[in-house]
């Protein structure tokens, strides 16, 4: 098994910047994806950005150029680094994990999920 545990949102102006944080642990050996989700109320939960052990990345349209993801393997810990926030990035943002390569994952395909930290964006 593996446990996430997100951190880092929060209230932020149009234009600011937040890093997210997960940490992850138990069975991390078997981790071959980790990603990013937010879910908006009232919309479906949708990949902001993914990365794989093979060193690919994607990043949604959305957020490409804005946002950026970072791991520190030493802590266990994979970062997403948002930056130019915009009202519409308001959401709650989870981090997910599979045990499988993935790069633009559908939501089924992660098997482990945090319970989200929550970003809103103020105009």
């Known amino acids: 098994q593996v446990q996430l545990v997100e951190s880092g949102g929060g209230l932020v102006q149009a234009g600011g910047s937040l890093r997210l944080s997960c940490a992850a642990s138990?069975?991390?050996?078997?981790?071959?994806?980790m990603a990013w989700y937010r879910q908006a109320p009232g919309k479906e939960r949708e990949l902001v950005a993914d990365?794989?052990?093979?060193?690919?990345?994607y990043y949604a349209n959305s957020v490409k150029g804005r946002f950026s993801m970072s791991r520190d393997n030493a802590k266990n810990t994979l970062y997403l680094q948002m930056s130019s926030l915009k009202p519409e990035d308001t959401a709650m943002y989870y981090c997910?994990?599979?045990?499988?390569?993935?790069?633009?994952?559908?939501?089924?395909?992660?098997?482990?999920w945090g319970q989200g930290t929550q970003v809103t964006v103020s105009s």
């Open positions: 138990g069975d991390i050996v078997s981790i071959n994806t």
């Open positions: 990365i794989n052990n093979g060193g690919s990345s």
């Open positions: 997910a994990a599979s045990n499988d390569y993935r790069l633009n994952g559908r939501l089924d395909e992660y098997e482990y």
